[in-house]
């Protein structure tokens, strides 16, 4: 009886291991994902892309609860599209890239809203502070990748980023928004 | 024309004198700003004053769009008596003024669109953004929109020294028509 049963056992464990194989860890497409802070200046919305980011995603339909996620962003590489700007925000009383190099997202457990639809919450680790964010994304397909896409609003203040000088023309609230491409691990 | 006619000559309406003046003194102000804003370090009150200067822009904008409406719906008073290359000149300068007070602030809009950073009119409506962000774009389109102020600049001070050139010189009607507000209000009215 128990002779018989263990092969199977055995085949499921495998074929469990290798969807997880399948599913565990594939790394984010930074050519084909977009990462950008959205702030306002004077009402003025601007969308400011991080142009240097990696990651990976783990993440299978069937088990939203499971998925993970993780971002790593080079703060230096955030483009306001102008060298003025892009010199200011790096000072210590924005970004301060000097001392804080990386900033990182790691979400753990999607759940599901319906549809296409997931409730993401994950810390979000950003000059030395760390805030719990809740996120409702959208994963759909782009050929055989995985795509998330879904904006955060974010506070300056929380995280310390901003210069008491530019308070009445800079908005507290950014919104982070991301497109997170995930080609199928090979 | 061998009597001057018992009513009033035929003056511009209270509409044209009233948007001339108003685009004029908006004009001043918007061209300033811009002078000052294009040296000032980056900083806070540069977002700002750009802000202002943006405003001020879109609202010639609005205004010029009204002037040609109402320029082509309500026939100016014919020019008083001057030689035909000054008529040409007049004709000419006007035509560049229309021209220019309608495509500077375009120019303007469409920078801040290549720029990423959109027009916000009066920091309550987002105006839609006229071209995709495009850095070398944005980059030449800075360079036409000041290049065509400095155009509309000069002939500003053209204009200006031929108005007083006319009232000085010539004493004829062609700036006191466009002070008159008065006489202007009977123009319509045969």
């Known amino acids: ?186 | 024309m061998t009597q001057a006619p018992a009513v009033a000559p035929p003056g511009y309406t209270r509409t044209a004198v009233a948007l001339h003046w108003t685009v004029a003194a908006i004009i001043v102000c918007a061209f300033s700003l811009g002078l000052v804003v294009s040296d000032l370090p980056f900083s806070p009150q540069k977002v700002k004053l750009v802000a202002y200067h943006k405003w001020l822009g879109i609202t010639v904008l609005g205004l010029a769009a009204l002037r040609v409406i109402w320029r082509l719906s309500h026939r100016p008073p014919p020019l008083p008596p001057m030689p035909p290359w000054q008529t040409f000149a007049a004709r000419l300068s006007h035509a560049l003024m229309y021209t220019l007070i309608v495509t500077i602030p375009l120019a303007g809009w469409t920078f801040s669109s290549a720029s990423g950073y959109p027009v916000v009119y009066l920091g309550l409506w987002q105006l839609p953004d006229l071209v995709p962000k495009n850095k070398l774009l944005a980059a030449s389109l800075i360079d036409i929109h000041a290049t065509l102020a400095w155009l509309l600049f000069y002939l500003l001070l053209l204009h200006v020294a031929a108005a007083l050139k006319h009232h000085f010189f010539d004493r004829d009607d062609t700036l006191r028509r466009m002070l008159r507000w008065r006489g202007a209000a009977r123009e319509g009215t045969p």
């Open chain 1, 1 to 186: 009886m128990t002779g018989r049963r263990l092969p199977r056992l055995g085949a499921a464990v495998l074929l469990l291991a290798a969807l997880d194989g399948l599913a565990a860890d594939a790394k984010v497409s930074a050519a084909r994902s977009t990462l950008s802070a959205v702030f306002t200046q004077m009402n003025v919305p601007v969308e400011a892309p991080f142009k240097q980011f990696s990651g990976s995603v783990d993440f299978d339909p069937t088990r939203p609860a499971q998925a993970r996620a993780h971002l790593d962003i080079d703060t230096a590489s955030f483009d306001l599209g102008d060298e003025d700007y892009n010199s200011e925000v790096r000072k210590p009383a924005w970004l301060d890239t000097a001392h804080y190099p990386r900033a990182g997202f790691e979400a753990t457990g999607l759940k599901p809203l319906g549809g296409n639809r997931y409730e993401a919450s994950g810390t979000l680790k950003l000059k030395g502070k760390d805030q719990n964010l809740t996120a409702t994304v959208t994963v759909g397909k782009d050929g055989a990748a995985t795509v998330f896409d879904g904006s955060v609003p974010i506070s300056r203040g929380h995280f310390g980023i901003g210069d008491a000088q530019w308070q009445d023309t800079v908005a507290d609230q950014v919104t982070v928004k991301f497109h997170i491409v995930v080609p199928p691990p090979r």
